[in-house]
Nanobody, 128 residues
Framework: QVQLVESGGGLVQPGGSLRLSCVAS????????MGWFRQGPGKEREFVAV????????YYADSVNGRFTISRDNARKTVYLQMNNLKPEDTAVYYC?????????????????????WGQGTQVTVSS
């Protein structure tokens, strides 16, 4: 099985930036799908961004498109989420996720139920 550990969350002012990291360990394979979801207070977990195994295909939620960038370093088994121009509505627990599917269906990559492994989450708070 796979373990995922997120880091990099914290308190930031509106307009600021944070970079989240997620390190995978355990029974991992190089060709997978990794992504980020988030859950704000009283809200359901929602899609943020995903990337395929080589970073050639990435998808973003409309709410973060142009502000967030997902990337990965397969040598370190790490996926990153660079978050710029943060807004108060970005406040949430951010969860890293992974599915060991070398050829994912693009129509399913935004779905929570598509992913088998999840991290414990890291809190991001955007407030002045």
């Amino acid at each position: 099985q796979v373990q995922l550990v997120e880091s990099g969350g914290g308190l930031v002012q509106p307009g600021g930036s944070l970079r989240l990291s997620c390190v995978a360990s355990g029974r991992t394979y190089p060709m997978d799908v990794m992504g980020w979801f988030r859950q704000g207070p009283g809200k359901e977990r929602e899609f943020v961004a995903v990337t395929n195994w080589n970073g050639a295909h990435t998808y973003y939620a409309d709410s973060v498109n142009g502000r967030f960038t997902i990337s990965r370093d397969n040598a370190r088994k790490t996926v990153y989420l660079q978050m710029n121009n943060l807004k108060p509505e970005d406040t949430a627990v951010y969860y890293c996720t992974l599915d060991q599917n070398p050829y994912p269906d693009p129509s399913r990559m935004r779905a929570t139920g598509e992913y088998e492994y999840w991290g414990q989450g890291t809190q991001v708070t955007v407030s002045s």
